[in-house]
């Protein structure tokens, strides 16, 4: 599959670890009151699984990647190589051991302990394409600019994931409503987030300005708008949508599922652009 295995290898990763660091985020910040609305331990030890699985894969893919081979073709003695001879090796020990203790923490109820691996395991990604091959001070910032712009995306993420199973499979309005007005202000504070942290990301792989003319630029003018759109959805769930379900307006509950599903859906859409642009360079 050459490129596309790897690119859908990181899509799935990504995915997988950002719900499972982004539920029990989200919970957190919920606190206990909202928290107790819904039970998680599944959906965050399935993403576990999913996500040492296809950190596997996406391993492999590199290292295919890397020796030119299809996937096929890779022998053990290459692997063995390239795990020594670069991060690969470091960032799958320490991934696989953190989402492993995410999956028994989220059994267990322990939701603190699991956001902590899994924050862990979401910031290994940090270590790999274009922030962890920036060097220096630069380099410091760039991975930890990456790591709070992953940790505030999976909580959103979280957020918007848990606000469908809400609505899908409860009809307690009033459990919806806690949910969705309790999240105003820590939405505020992750989109605050994603901003400065975009930036300086942007700034520090292509500086500025970029050349708006590779497919890399084109890909982050994609990912900028879908952000933008999910930015006027969230707007219209907060001041239009979730005081209509307040005052039980008919259709409400409906158009809130729509406006949802269409902010969950471009969540990762953004999630697959990012996937393949750090396969890319920002040079045309």
Do not use: Q
């Amino acid at each position: 599959m050459g490129e596309a295995g790897l690119i859908i290898a990181r899509i799935v990763s990504y995915a997988a670890m950002l719900l499972a660091a982004g539920i029990p985020l989200y919970r957190l910040s919920a606190g206990r009151n909202l928290a107790d609305d819904h039970d998680a331990r599944m959906p965050v030890c399935l993403a576990a699984f999913v996500a040492i699985a296809a950190s596997l894969w996406w391993v492999l893919e590199s290292i295919a990647s890397m020796a030119a081979v299809p996937l096929s073709d890779l022998d053990r003695a290459t692997v063995s190589a390239v795990l020594g001879a670069t991060p690969l090796g470091n960032v799958l020990a320490i991934r696989t051991a953190a989402l492993v203790v995410v999956a028994i923490a989220a059994l267990r109820r322990r939701y603190l302990i699991a956001a902590l691996a899994a924050s862990v395991a979401l910031a290994t990604a940090a270590w790999t394409g274009h922030a962890g091959a920036s060097e220096g001070t630069l380099g410091h910032l760039h991975r930890a600019a990456d790591v709070v712009h992953l940790l505030a995306a999976a909580t959103w993420i979280g957020a918007l994931v848990l606000f469908l199973t809400v609505l899908t499979g409860s009809h307690d309005r009033d459990a919806l409503i806690r949910h969705l007005s309790g999240f105003a202000r820590t939405g505020s504070v992750i989109v605050l987030l994603l901003l400065i942290t975009g930036v300086v990301n942007l700034l520090i792989t292509a500086g500025w300005p970029p050349d708006w003319t590779s497919t890399w630029s084109l890909l982050l003018l994609a990912k900028l708008a879908m952000f933008g759109a999910m930015l006027g959805l969230a707007a219209c769930n907060r001041w239009k949508l979730t005081p209509a379900l307040e005052r039980n307006d008919p259709g409400s509950r409906r158009a809130l599922l729509i406006s949802l599903c269409a902010e969950t859906s471009l969540a990762f859409a953004i999630v697959a652009t990012v996937a393949a642009l750090g396969t890319l360079s920002p040079a045309p």
